[in-house]
């Protein structure tokens, strides 16, 4: 079983930076595929960014390219999620998700998820 803690968010001004992390422990970090996903009340949760476990490979929805980065840190075992250029519609809970050895796509199986981070974005 794995575990997963999100930590990071907060009230920041629209054109501000935060930075997501997520904790995760049960099992090898390095066999995750590791994700971001949000979610604002009324809708479906989106996906938001991923990386291999391998590192090799991300990808991003097209609302956040370009203005959101994914890393990891496999000696931490914790992926991050750097925003910046933040808008109002960036306001979400964010959650993490991780799933073993899946692709980096929104439909992959996730199986893992964390309780979730409020983001909020003032303009």
């Known amino acids: 079983q794995v575990q997963l803690v999100e930590s990071g968010g907060g009230l920041v001004q629209a054109g501000g930076s935060l930075r997501l992390s997520c904790a995760a422990s049960?099992?090898?970090?390095?066999?995750?595929?590791m994700g971001w996903f949000r979610q604002t009340p009324g809708k479906e949760r989106e996906f938001v960014a991923a990386m291999s476990w391998s590192g090799r490979s991300e990808n991003y929805a097209d609302s956040v390219k370009g203005r959101f980065a994914i890393s990891r840190d496999n000696a931490k075992n914790t992926v991050y999620l750097q925003m910046n250029s933040l808008k109002s519609e960036d306001t979400a809970v964010y959650y993490c998700?991780?799933?073993?050895?899946?692709?980096?796509?929104?439909?992959?199986?996730?199986?893992?998820w964390g309780q979730g981070t409020q983001v909020t974005v003032s303009s």
């Open positions: 998700a991780a799933g073993i050895y899946v692709p980096v796509l929104p439909d992959a199986r996730w199986d893992y």
């Open positions: 049960g099992r090898t970090f390095s066999t995750l595929t």
